[in-house]
């Protein structure tokens, strides 16, 4: 079965510092991994989406990360953080054709 | 505009009584789904549509019922069957379904949120 595990249920930063979000996945086979942004009390926005065109995707707002299959991990980063960057962050894999597992998310907090 | 739209944004319920959750899409998407999310939890699938006329149970499909008569809309309804409704209800589509390693990407609604009293 294909899962998700994010390392950090919370994450601090200042802002205009670099962000880091880890994620690791579980797969038999290659897999389409996302991550997904929530503001509170609103619904999920794709960041990005790694489909093994490339190992590097950059998405919106900054972000990227990098698929790294020896290190089964997909973690999502960010060089300067903004007060606008603080939600819940989704590190998501797909397994099959119609639904996504998600990971229990991370929650970012940017101080001043 | 294109997009998902749930309606209410907030619910309140009695218990004993069951609610319906609009959804509602003009991406002219063919899959359609629900999810619940609960405080420190991901998202669970609840159901799910790939076309018209047509739907799936999710992980957590006790209690709650689906109908997907048209195209744009894909409203779910929490019975009383459903022993812990209170919840953030999120609804998301996508352009089709594929079979294997490789899925379109799920655009989700604002969500609804549910709360039994």
């Known amino acids: 079965a294909q899962s998700v595990t994010q390392l950090d249920s919370h994450v601090s930063v200042s802002e205009g510092t670099p962000v880091l979000l880890r994620c690791n996945y579980s797969s038999s086979y290659s897999p389409s991994l996302f991550w997904y942004v929530q503001h509170p009390n609103k619904g999920l926005q794709l960041l990005l989406k790694y489909t093994s065109a490339a190992t590097l995707v950059k998405g919106i707002n900054g972000f990227e990360a990098e698929f790294k299959k020896s290190e089964t991990s997909f973690h999502l980063t960010k060089p300067s953080a903004h007060m606008s960057d603080a939600a819940e962050y989704f590190c998501?894999?797909?397994?099959?054709?119609?639904?996504?597992?998600f990971g229990k998310g991370t929650s970012l907090l940017v101080t001043p | 505009d294109g997009g998902i739209t749930q309606s209410p944004k907030y619910l309140f319920r009695k218990e004993g009584q069951n609610v319906t959750l609009s959804c509602e899409q003009n991406?002219?998407?063919?899959?359609m789904y629900w999810y619940r999310q609960d405080p420190g939890q991901g998202l669970r699938l609840i159901y799910y549509?790939?076309?018209?006329?047509?739907?799936q149970k999710g992980d957590i499909a006790e209690g709650y019922s689906v109908s997907r008569e048209k195209k744009e809309s894909f409203p779910l309804t929490v019975t009383s069957a459903q022993k812990n409704p209170t919840a953030f209800y999120l609804c998301?589509?996508?352009?089709?379904?594929?079979?294997?390693?490789?899925?379109?990407?799920?655009?989700f609604g604002p969500g609804t949120r549910l709360t039994v009293l």
């Open positions: 998301a589509s996508s352009p089709r379904v594929i079979g294997g390693a490789h899925t379109d990407t799920q655009y």
């Open positions: 991406l002219n998407h063919d899959a």
């Open positions: 549509s790939q076309i018209v006329n047509d739907f």
């Open positions: 998501v894999v797909s397994p099959s054709g119609y639904a996504l597992n």
